[in-house]
Nanobody, 126 residues
């Protein structure tokens, strides 16, 4: 099993920036650099959507259309951490943000991700 714990969410104002963190651990986490990592979000009452993904070694990054140009995903394999920086936040970015891990090199669709965190709430006020 791989455990993922998100942190860094909170209440922010429109235009602010926020960095979310995800810590990975677990008995079967032999090498964090074997896992592609992703961030997804789910607004209240809506479907979960792709936000960003980073390849196992960090060499490739992808962003969802709704956040492209405003988001940066990064990882520190020495610390088993992945980060999501959100810039120029808008009220429509309000959602629960989830960190996920996949044995695939990288993936942008949630069905490929096997491990999920419990999420962290981000609320953007106008």
């Amino acid at each position: 099993q791989v455990q993922l714990v998100e942190s860094g969410g909170g209440l922010v104002q429109a235009g602010d920036s926020l960095t979310l963190s995800c810590a990975a651990s677990g008995r079967t986490l032999n090498d964090f650099s074997d896992y592609g990592m992703g961030w997804f979000r789910q607004p209240l009452g809506k479907d979960r959507e792709f936000v960003a993904a980073i390849s196992a070694t960090g060499g490739s990054k992808y962003a969802g259309d709704s956040v492209k140009g405003r988001v940066d995903i990064s990882r520190d394999n020495s610390k088993n951490m992945v980060y999501l920086q959100l810039n120029s936040l808008k009220p429509e970015d309000t959602a629960v943000y989830y960190c996920a891990a996949t044995r695939a090199v990288v993936a942008t669709t949630q069905d490929v991700y096997r491990y999920w965190g419990r999420g962290t709430q981000v609320t953007v006020s106008s």
